[in-house]
């Protein structure tokens, strides 16, 4: 059964980068056909779509942070990481990992908090 | 991008049936049947519920359906149950081609 689980620091001062990983076990991030992507839900608010990465395909942003990621996947660990760069308080949230098999997110980590807090 | 547009909240006795909406635009959910919805518990990662505008996974129940006209897409609910009172997100790929998610409809069962 396909798990994912997120990974990284909780608290991160502003200003810094945060850096995500994502752990997959039951499946490989090596499949092409699937998208791996980055969702967060700041606290009491919606989900907001980060970014997607496939193996040996595009890999793709949300425009109003388009300037501030990067998404990267490493097929020797198994897992695809994220890094967001120049961190406000604005960025504190629920990151979860999840698959794209097709257009639609269905499998998904447990999330992970993040605080931006100096 | 701005999120799509849903109710904040709607409510329902046991046994009746819902609709919630999410109002988009031409270069997403008017564009593309591929919308897909998800329901959150507090405290817990999204379950998807419906893709491709209609489709349930295995093992979601067919108490829950979708449909799409023009900019608009729809989930109801029938039957409603206790346990369906969670947060509803919709979600849609767009043209820019990214994902874009709905503002989240609260969903109380009276």
């Known amino acids: 059964q396909l798990q994912l689980q997120e990974s990284g620091p909780g608290l991160v001062k502003p200003s810094e980068t945060l850096s995500l990983t994502c752990t997959v076990s039951?499946?490989?991030?090596?499949?092409?056909?699937?998208?791996w992507g980055w969702i967060r839900q700041p606290p009491g608010t919606g989900l907001e779509w980060i970014g997607a990465?496939?193996?040996?395909?595009?890999?793709y942003y949300n425009p109003s942070l388009k300037s501030r990621l990067h998404i990267s996947l490493d097929s020797s660990t198994n897992q695809f990481s994220l890094k967001v760069f120049s961190l406000t308080a604005a960025d504190t949230a629920v990151y979860y990992c999840?698959?794209?098999?097709?257009?639609?997110?269905?499998?998904w980590g447990q999330g992970a908090l993040v605080t931006v807090s100096s | 991008q701005s999120a799509l547009t849903q109710a904040a909240s709607v409510s329902g006795s046991p046994g009746q049936s819902i609709t919630i909406s999410c109002t988009g635009t031409?270069?997403?959910?008017?564009?593309?049947?591929?919308v897909s919805w998800y329901q959150q518990y507090p405290g817990k990662a999204p379950k998807l519920i419906i893709y491709?505008?209609?489709k349930r996974p295995s093992g979601v129940s067919n108490r829950f359906s979708g449909s799409k006209s023009g900019n608009t897409a729809s989930l109801t609910i029938s039957g409603l149950q206790a346990d369906d009172e969670a947060d509803y997100y919709c979600?849609?790929?767009?043209?820019?081609?990214?994902?874009?998610f709905g503002s989240g409809t609260k969903v109380t069962v009276l």
């Open positions: 990465i496939a193996y040996g395909r595009s890999t």
């Open positions: 039951g499946g490989s991030v090596s499949v092409g056909s699937y998208y």
């Open positions: 031409s270069s997403d959910v008017g564009g593309y049947n591929y």
């Open positions: 491709d505008v209609s």
């Open positions: 999840a698959r794209d098999p097709g257009y639609r997110y269905d499998a």
């Open positions: 979600n849609s790929f767009t043209s820019s081609p990214t994902f874009v």
